[in-house]
């Protein structure tokens, strides 16, 4: 399978979650993507326990891997010859580590005008551009996690929520420094960060506040929107979440689940109404679930077109019968070998997904390879891998 992006070469020297999660986006749309990694083990992601043991796996599909190190005189000749074949340049260390190498956005640009630099930053321009940040250092200071959690109890989100999407806005980015390329010839430096990415999420609630005058509550203590918009509990003591959004909605519910004396409350007709007066109703709607099975509540909310969700944990995923339909999961084997599935961009072109076209790669796997490609003999490629320069 190739893609919207085939043809596009893509050198990576990121790590971590949000410079993988761009290349990934990438990738996954048709480009070559080269990922640099120092040699020996290669990334560190590859080895990180607990909750960081699925970063690796998570974004590297789709690219091949060349094990370098670039500090050597060698290795910064060879990634020089890399660069030089590349439409876009990716990377996400901090301010000075790259200048330092040759390898910043002024150098490169200036030997390589049609080259796409992208940068991944915790920070965009401004006063804290300097700092050291991470996705749970900016959900702190940016307000998503105040939202987050319970009052007095700030909780960051339960993935890298912010390194990711800063990864896909980097690669929106890109792409449309690819197509402005088309028409003037010249390339560009692309910045994300994690910072304004989260910024970007929590505008809601900050126009929340510029509209109504009154600063929001964190997400568990909220009034919400509409009276019915929660997790209930069913007889079995398995959870689900039921909204009922509109009028028309509040009509079926409570004929579907037989509530036929709030049905003819006048006073709940209307969602305001029923907000207003929620505190006298919701322990009938609550006692009513307690009193049926999960798949009763959720065959019926299908029934009737209501929002509805059961509770599911990630693990559930796995055997989730409309992810495994259609390409909504890629088949990937694990450094030890084992077969596993993981879910595809959450995207459709053409009534297709974008699947995998190369798994992940070892440490170095196409080192070889890809000097190959950049002209150098075998005797060389030896010399190189027998210094330490590279390594397969």
């Not at 006073?267 to 609550?286: I, Q, W």
């Amino acid at each position: 399978m190739t893609g919207p992006l085939a043809g596009i070469r893509v050198v990576e020297l990121s790590h971590m979650v949000m410079g993988p999660s761009c290349g990934l986006v990438l990738a996954d749309m048709g480009a070559d993507v080269i990922k640099v990694e120092p040699v020996g083990e290669g990334d560190k992601t590859r080895h990180l326990p607990g909750s960081g043991a699925g970063f690796f796996p998570s974004f590297n599909r789709n690219k091949k891997s060349i094990a370098l190190d670039i500090k050597s005189a060698q290795g910064s000749e060879l990634l020089s010859r890399l660069v030089g074949t590349a439409d876009v340049f990716c990377e996400n260390f901090r301010d000075g580590a790259l200048q330092r190498l040759d390898l910043c956005a002024a150098t490169l640009m200036s030997r390589h005008p049609r080259l796409i630099y992208c940068s991944l930053k915790g920070f965009l321009s401004g006063p804290y551009e300097k700092r050291t940040a991470l996705d749970e250092v900016v959900q702190m200071m940016g307000g998503l996690a105040y939202m987050t959690g319970p009052p007095g109890r700030p909780l960051r989100a339960g993935c890298s929520v912010n390194d990711i999407m800063g990864g896909l806005f980097a690669a929106t980015g890109v792409i449309a420094a690819l197509f402005e390329r088309n028409a003037t010839q010249q390339g560009q430096l692309v910045r994300s960060g994690l910072f304004e990415n989260n910024a970007y999420l929590v505008s809601q609630h900050m126009m929340q506040l510029a509209v109504t005058g009154r600063p929001p509550e964190p997400m568990p203590a909220r009034q919400s929107a509409w009276a019915i918009y929660d997790v209930f509990e069913t007889s079995e003591s398995a959870q689900v979440f039921v909204g009922v959004v509109s009028d028309q909605q509040w009509e079926r519910f409570t004929s579907a689940f037989g509530l036929y004396e709030l049905a003819s409350d006048l006073r709940l007709s209307t969602n305001r109404g029923r907000v207003e007066a929620r505190e006298s109703f919701m322990p009938t709607v609550r006692q009513m679930f307690a009193g049926l099975s999960k798949s009763e509540i959720l065959t019926r909310c299908e029934e009737i077109g209501l929002p509805f969700a059961p509770i599911n944990r990630p693990q559930d995923m796995f055997d989730d019968p409309h992810l495994k339909t259609a390409g909504g999961m890629i088949p990937l084997t694990l450094e030890d070998d084992r077969a596993v599935e993981i879910p595809a961009l959450p995207i459709e072109m053409n009534n297709r997904r974008f699947g995998k076209r190369l798994d992940l790669p070892g440490p170095g796997q196409h080192s070889r390879a890809i000097a190959g490609d950049l002209g150098y003999t075998d005797a060389e490629i030896d010399d190189m891998l027998a210094h330490g320069v590279i390594s397969e």
